[in-house]
């Protein structure tokens, strides 16, 4: 008994198959600079929140790059409280550092280096460029930046 | 006649010797060692991080913060 399809040959449903197959194949991971476009786009729309919330001191750096509540109580804060549609202060904290994971490793594979190390230096920049009332954690303490000596 | 098949069997004797003899024979070029300094190369990589970073956050100095976005101020830790 044949239990091919009648008029379709095997050979051919075989072609397509691995067609289809090498097609699904060929699709590539999004280049680098894609993803760096987006999570740039992102964290430019993001920015003048975080700077606000860090301004109100509810916010603050870590030497570990990643942005940081001053205070677990500023979670459920609004991020604006002009547009409740913008989220929580929380909820901004956790998009940033998604965020910037995923940057510290693009740039890590980039630079060949681990995302840790470009994290901390992410961490070194955002202390330079900080307000003196901005707050930034170091080992385990919040301090203002005016009280931080850079050796 | 002589002198010339001889100096032509000479020749074809002694070409392949003397192949045979610079083929055995190894020239060595000294090379310095290759000098590692890893304070420099720790600053390079440092510097590009920070330009790559630079680079991607140069909104931060155009956008303009305290424009819609406002956070009431609260008391500090």
């Known amino acids: 008994m ?18 289809f197959a090498a097609g699904v194949a060929a699709q590539d991971p999004p280049a680098p600079r894609d993803v760096r476009s987006e999570l740039k786009e992102r964290m430019k729309v993001r920015y003048p929140l975080l700077e606000a919330a860090r ?40 998009a940033e550092n998604k965020d910037r994971q995923a940057l510290y ?15 901390q230096q992410n961490g070194l920049r955002n202390l330079d460029k900080a307000k003196p009332d901005h707050w930034i954690e170091v080992k385990a303490q919040w301090a203002q930046r005016k009280a931080i000596t850079r050796s | 006649m002589m002198k010339t098949r001889s100096a032509v069997l000479q ?5 392949p010797i003397a192949a045979l003899v610079c083929g055995c024979l190894s020239h060595h070029v000294e090379t310095e060692p290759i000098e590692i300094k ?31 976005p406002t956070i009431q101020s609260k008391e500090r830790p």
């Open chain 2, 11 to 15: 020749l074809c004797a002694g070409v």
């Open chain 1, 55 to 94: 301004d109100a001191g509810k916010i603050g750096e870590t030497r570990d790059g990643e942005v940081k509540l001053v205070k677990a109580t500023y979670a459920g804060d609004p991020a604006d409280v002009k547009d409740a549609a913008k989220g929580t202060v929380g909820e901004l904290v956790a």
């Open chain 2, 38 to 68: 890893p304070i420099h190369i720790t600053m390079d990589i440092n510097l590009r991080v920070q330009r790559e970073l630079d680079e991607f956050f140069d909104f931060e100095k155009s956008t303009a913060p305290g424009g819609s």
């Open chain 1, 105 to 119: 490793a693009v740039l890590a594979k980039e630079l060949k280096l681990t995302a840790a190390e470009v994290a």
């Open chain 1, 2 to 19: 044949n239990r091919s399809r009648p008029g379709v040959p095997s050979a051919v449903i075989n072609l397509l198959g691995m067609l």
